[in-house]
């Protein structure tokens, strides 16, 4: 319909173009109405004032349909060409939306994947540590059935030793009641004795008189422990034993200090020094049992009097001969000495005398105890009772005072003599005494130079060389070396002993377990110069 509207439009405005003269004037109007018409609403008025021809008005009606159809289609057409413009943001945010959840699922692919991996190795750790930790529970179940029947069996033993105790005790009970009614008996007897020897001497004065200084002579024996009360007396004593102990006792020579040219003239004094405390030895202990009538003063001098006696001996083949003499000492010094209250009848009215003691080994006087400590490992042979010295001594080592008495009595030989692998369970006990000296402080160094002898060395390698030596004991012994391999000079005694090749084997067959052992003797073959390289652990053992 347009293409036919366009036709007439063009046949109508062809002879108004050709025309002239008015026609063409009317055909400009008509031209310029049609334009106006076009563009404007209100030309239907001018038509109806018939300017324009009504076929020239249809087409410019149907043009202005047309018109107002293409601007309805133009405005869908620019609504529609914005929805697109809309739309193809939309969809370039969610692509770029989906690229981003692209790279985040191939990155969580990635971390899935490392994460499964790691999953699978703990799972594995854990299959292996479960494993492990169920072989160590058997084990320690294994042991817990070994010890509870150990335990059962000691409870059993304990059992039938209280038994026998309370038997014992029983028997020792009923002697004692039977010893003193044979001592009443005695008294009696020896009563009616002198009864009936006065009663036969009587005529003679002389007789009578030999009588009374007899039992004038039986008072005192039955009264060992009275003591003369001249206090000047005991300190001359003290002043006296102090002088020995620090000037001619305390002068112990050790293994290998001894000059050849010296070695007889110093033999000789020695066996007379030894000669005069194997005399002197049971005098002393004798006099233990009268110290708590004495001034307190006195007990420090007598023990350390004893302790160098002791120490004299150590050389000497005497030791072995005073068995009894040194075992009572010793307990005597462990359990200290108890009088009891004595009923003095000397006077008209009689006296009651209240228990003394003197402590020796439970003294609060920390030299007393320290020097009774060594006395009592020097002499007794009871385990329970060397133990109780080892814990004390241990105790005691804790303390500054305490360590400048174990430097200034010499102790190390003492506490070398319970190095036996016979001795298992004073074994540890007497490497903590040593161990305690190895913490820093003032006596470290004096103490390192005590035991940098080849008494000790010789001690440690027979200790070295036992099988299946106990592992803290090995720590403990290992720590003490490794602080003695710090000084140059005993190198020799390390090589001398063979101590060197001992820690090399013990290097090479310890487990990577013990962690502590190997930076331990590692650090002690780095110091004697057997390994190379940086020892970044040296001080593991400090």
Request: proline share 3%; glycine share 4%.
């Amino acid at each position: 319909m347009t293409k036919q509207s366009l036709k007439e439009i063009e046949k109508v405005a062809l002879p108004i173009k050709v025309a002239s003269g008015p026609r063409a004037e009317w055909a400009d109007d008509s031209r310029d109405a049609a334009l106006h018409h076009t563009g404007c609403p209100n030309f239907r008025g001018s038509r109806k004032q018939g300017f324009i021809p009504p076929q020239i008005t249809q087409i410019y009606d149907e043009l202005f349909q047309i018109h107002l159809k293409l601007q309805c289609e133009s405005a869908a057409q620019q609504n529609f060409a914005e929805e697109l413009q809309r739309r193809e943001r939309f969809l370039a945010e969610r692509e770029q939306l989906l690229f981003r959840h692209e790279d985040a699922l191939n990155k969580i692919k990635g971390v899935e994947e490392e994460v499964l991996t790691r999953f699978q190795i703990m799972k594995e750790q854990h299959s292996a540590e479960v494993e492990h930790l169920t072989e160590v529970l058997k084990e320690r179940h294994k042991e817990s059935k070994r010890l509870r029947s150990s335990f059962d069996a000691l409870k059993e033993l304990n059992d039938n030793l209280r038994k026998q105790l309370n038997e014992v005790c029983e028997e020792n009970r009923k002697m004692e009641i039977q010893a003193k009614r044979v001592q009443a008996r005695l008294d009696n007897l020896q009563r009616k004795y002198e009864f009936m020897t006065i009663q036969r001497l009587k005529g003679n004065p002389h007789a009578v008189h030999e009588v009374k200084s007899m039992k004038q002579e039986k008072v005192p024996a039955l009264r060992t422990c009275k003591v003369p009360l001249n206090g000047q007396v005991y300190e001359l004593l003290t002043v006296f034993m102090d002088w020995i102990s620090d000037h001619h006792l305390s002068k112990v020579k050790h293994e290998g200090s001894d000059v050849d040219g010296e070695k007889l003239r110093l033999a000789s004094q020695r066996s007379d020094i030894q000669e005069k405390c194997v005399k002197l030895l049971p005098v002393l202990t004798e006099q233990l049992q009268c110290l708590p009538l004495v001034s307190a003063r006195l007990h420090e001098p007598l023990v350390r009097f004893i302790y160098w006696c002791l120490r004299q001996l150590d050389a000497g083949a005497q030791h072995s001969t005073m068995t009894s003499t040194l075992r009572r000492l010793g307990e005597d010094i462990f359990k200290g000495v108890i009088i009891k209250g004595v009923q003095d009848n000397s006077s008209e009215c009689s006296v009651v005398i209240k228990p003394k003691t003197a402590a020796f080994f439970k003294s609060s006087n920390l030299p007393v105890r320290f020097l009774s400590t060594l006395i009592v490992l020097k002499t007794v042979t009871q385990a329970d009772y060397l133990a109780q010295a080892f814990d004390s001594l241990c105790l005691d080592l804790k303390t500054d005072e305490g360590k400048a008495l174990f430097l200034e009595y010499q102790a190390v030989p003492v506490i070398l003599g319970h190095l036996r692998v016979s001795s298992k369970g004073l074994l540890s006990n007497a490497v903590d005494s040593l161990l305690q000296m190895t913490v820093e402080s003032k006596a470290l160094q004096p103490f390192l130079e005590a035991c940098s002898n080849s008494f000790f060395f010789r001690t440690c390698s027979v200790l070295l060389r036992t099988p299946k030596l106990d592992l803290q004991v090995l720590e403990k012994l290992s720590i003490i070396l490794q602080k003695l391999s710090k000084i140059k000079s005993n190198k020799k005694l390390f090589e001398l002993f063979t101590i060197h090749l001992m820690l090399q084997e013990l290097q090479r067959t310890t487990h990577p377990e013990h962690a502590f052992l190997c930076i331990n003797l590692n650090s002690t073959l780095f110091n004697l110069g057997l390994t190379k390289g940086s020892c970044p652990a040296s001080s593991a053992g400090h």
